[in-house]
């Protein structure tokens, strides 16, 4: 008696056709959510000493075992996770940085991208186009940052994720980018002040003034106890668009002028130079907009800059003619193995 044997066919792993290719786009955003859950529910860290079943993973994170399968095998098929014999899930490389103990961990970011006060502003993005205005300020009726200030748990999952994307940032800024001779340096809405001891680490005649606002200072100054360049950083409470700290060298601000409008940003700059050093040098680092048709991360971050504290990205051309508004002259961009570029800029 013969046996007959299935076969079944290669995938074909050519281009595939627009139709196939916009499909896999529009559903993209499931894959963002389905991300977003396994670091809420912390699923990397159960994992991290070992395979474990679904039924145990959904004991632990109090969730349904069949709706927990079918999220993780959704991310097994993208490479997040890896699904074995028995319905175990496993890490894969991809899903290591959904750790939270991960040497540049991104659990933070996934859950600031999927928390619904964030996630929702997105589904009004035709509302910014037509309007030119922030959609959050229309869903949540106040601009981004004061909001913030009034809802503190959302604001420590915000600060959280912005200290990880520091940890992205920090070794391609402090090696690509010369801080010799610089005595203080002052970061501005710096945050939990990642970047700026990243920076003191590796240059250790160097001082800091870490300076944002107060409720991010009194968060910042927790973890900066706990490290190496607790003696040489100091910490200072304002508001950047009314003053900023006297005396630096240099000021360097990290994804903060894409957050404002031109006017906001001259704001700021010009406040700068007025506080710094004689031969001080303003350090932005942003993602800097290419021309062309290739894939950029900064015309997606656009977008976000757009729906929600209504910014954006700039190019080359429009970064020079904002320093040039504030008195200001950019005088290099140090590219960097990130995202990231430093735009580097002197009073004229």
Do not use: C
């Amino acid at each position: 008696m013969s046996t007959a044997v299935l076969e079944i066919e290669k995938p074909n792993t050519e281009t595939p056709p627009p139709a196939a290719f916009l499909t896999q786009l529009l559903i993209g955003s499931l894959g963002t959510q389905a991300v977003y859950v396994a670091a809420k529910l912390g699923i990397a860290d159960l994992l991290a000493d070992g395979p474990k079943p679904v039924e145990e993973l959904a004991k632990a994170t109090n969730t349904d075992a069949p709706s927990l399968y079918r999220v993780l095998r959704a991310l097994a098929s993208i490479g997040v996770f890896a699904e074995q014999d028995g319905r175990k899930f496993a890490l894969t490389p991809n899903a290591e940085p959904l750790r939270s103990d991960a040497a540049i961990s991104l659990r933070d970011v996934a859950i600031f991208w999927g928390e619904d006060w964030h996630w929702g502003v997105w589904s009004k993005m035709l509302y910014s186009v037509r309007t030119g205005k922030s959609a959050w300020t229309q869903i949540h009726g106040e601009e981004v940052f004061s909001w913030f200030e009034k809802n503190p748990e959302a604001a420590q999952i915000f600060n959280r994720a912005m200290s990880s994307y520091s940890g992205v940032a920090i070794e391609a800024v402090r090696s690509s980018y010369d801080f010799a001779g610089i005595g203080t340096l002052v970061d501005i809405a710096g945050g939990h002040g990642r970047l700026l001891a990243g920076i003191l680490e590796a240059n250790p005649k160097m001082r800091g003034i870490l300076f944002d606002l107060d409720h991010v200072i009194a968060g910042a100054q927790e973890i900066i106890t706990s490290t190496s360049v607790k003696d040489r950083l100091k910490f200072e409470a304002g508001d950047f668009f009314a003053s900023v700290p006297e005396g630096g060298d240099a000021y360097i601000m990290k994804n903060i002028i894409h957050d404002w409008d031109d006017e906001r940003s001259l704001t700021i700059l010009k406040n700068i130079k007025q506080a710094m050093n004689p031969g001080g040098r303003v350090l932005l680092v942003e993602s800097i907009i290419a021309d062309g048709n290739n894939q950029d991360f900064g015309k997606l971050l656009d977008l976000e800059m757009l729906v929600s504290p209504g910014g954006k990205e700039r190019t080359a051309a429009e970064y020079e003619e904002l320093f040039k508004r504030a008195g200001l002259r950019l005088t290099r961009i140090v590219p960097t193995n990130s995202p990231y570029s430093v735009l580097e800029a002197v009073a004229v």
